[in-house]
């Protein structure tokens, strides 16, 4: 059993979430020692909180996590009640069950927390859990780029403090408590990424973390679809400030027309709070210049901060967008105390994560990993990547694998093609656009430049079938797409490829 967690007992945790407690009396002070939704996770002492997904309900795996020696549940139907066999007594049995029954019943095998919504209880546990701890939170957001700021930021702060960060896609209102979840009382600080698609999800995200520092990396063209306009996502992204403590800080993308002119933030207790900014420009109080691409090795710049100090930093990954990356969590890491040489060595430690700009070198091409979501902006960044990346010493082509976007609303199609246009502009050797949005990539590179080649195909098995007969040994090749595009496969398929199965 895992050491227990900071006031986490069952009878507190019953309290922060507003639920029932039924169970064994002498259990109720007892702490668990982690949280899972995953049954397959489960482990003694733990919480296991039973989600209702689309396909698969966490309340039918209640009795094997107690068999694994699971503390307590956290439900919305009682255990007993939610097998198969049993939810069609529910209606009979449930009023026997009103009241805080402090001996389960018979037929149930351990502890449980009964509420309204199992979601909802996990961010209130959250939000109580980090009051336990009560160490500082950096929350980062934005349309693009919030991981990888978020990855540069805990590397910076890692120099420094004990750092938790979110991993995975753990953004979102069930993610987030998960991550947060994960702390214990070594950890000092905690990075964590807050990601969004509706207006309201950010509030509730907010209320849970209340971050002592808000990061907006920048406001672009995504969840179009449910936001509206770029004004409509700057209301949805700003929305993080509305538990912002009076003390806290705000570090916004100056360079961005949107977040720019966010000059002045009301927080808790009538606090005003004024942003502190970055990007390229000389006007911000974190900027840089003298940017040098290093091709697939990163870019190097030289950072300037409101003391008048400067210093140069080599970033290991590529691409110029990566240079704000760096400036954001250049101004993170001044308001938590680290010095330029701590800072500077916390960008150089970055590591790429899969999905995000992750380079993979095999027997025969270099692969650009960039197929963990997409947007026109970073759909952009990484086609200008590409261009910039090849090997003078090993020429080879320049392909793209491009897939459709998702969430951009009424004008989806319009924006496919002006990456298209963006990309025909470029000296890419090849563009494979995969999709029915994407055929509009192709329409747009033909638009600008009807001598390069851009092939479409209908859809990821097509382009499986036919990949080995469109890669050559030594391309460098970017693959990319939105996520639901499961283009993780091709990343894959790349790197199993064998000499055989190569042309040259």
Known sequence: MGKGMKNMTLARMA??????????????DRE???????????????????????????????????????LCALVETPPHLSSAAGRADNEKNASHLVGALETPPAEQAGNYIKVESTIRALGALAAYYLE?????????????????????????????????KTTGNFNNELGLPLTIFRLRDEDEIAVLEMGINHFGEMHRLAQIAKPDTCVITNIGQCHLEFLGDRDGVLRAKTEIFDFLRPDGHIILNGDDDKLAAVREVKAAQNAVIRPTFFGMGTENAVYADRIVKKGLDGV???IHIASGDCFTVRIPIPGVHMVRNALAATAVGLRYGLTTEEIRAGIESLQPVSGRFHIIHTENFTIIDDCYNANPMSMKASLEVLQDGSDEEKPGRRVAI????????????????????????????????????????????????????????????ALLAQLPSLVKRGDTILVKASHFMHFETVVAKLEEMDQAEVRT
Do not use: N
């Not at 309290?15 to 002498?26: Q, T, V």
């Not at 990456?419 to 600008?448: N, P």
């Open 32 to 70: 668990i020692c982690s949280v899972t939704t995953d049954s397959r996770k489960a482990e003694p002492g733990c919480l296991f909180a039973a989600i209702r997904g689309e396909r698969v309900d966490g309340h039918d795996f209640i009795a094997s996590v107690f068999e694994k020696g699971a």
């Open 132 to 164: 336990q701890l009560a160490i500082p939170v950096v929350g980062v957001t934005g349309s693009v780029g919030k991981t990888s700021t978020k990855e540069m930021i805990a590397a910076v702060l890692s120099q420094k403090y004990h750092t938790l």
């Open 402 to 461: 491009l897939g459709d976007m998702g969430e951009l609303g009424g004008g989806e199609e319009q924006m496919h093609r002006e990456v298209g246009e963006f990309a025909g502009r470029l000296d890419i050797d090849l563009c494979v656009c995969v999709g029915s949005l994407s055929a509009r990539i192709a329409e747009g590179i033909s638009e600008v430049s009807p001598e390069k080649k851009a092939l479409t195909l209908p859809d990821l098995p």
């Open 300 to 302: 190097e710049c030289r």
């Open 15 to 28: 309290e922060a979430c507003g639920g029932s407690y039924y169970g064994r009396a002498e259990d109720r």
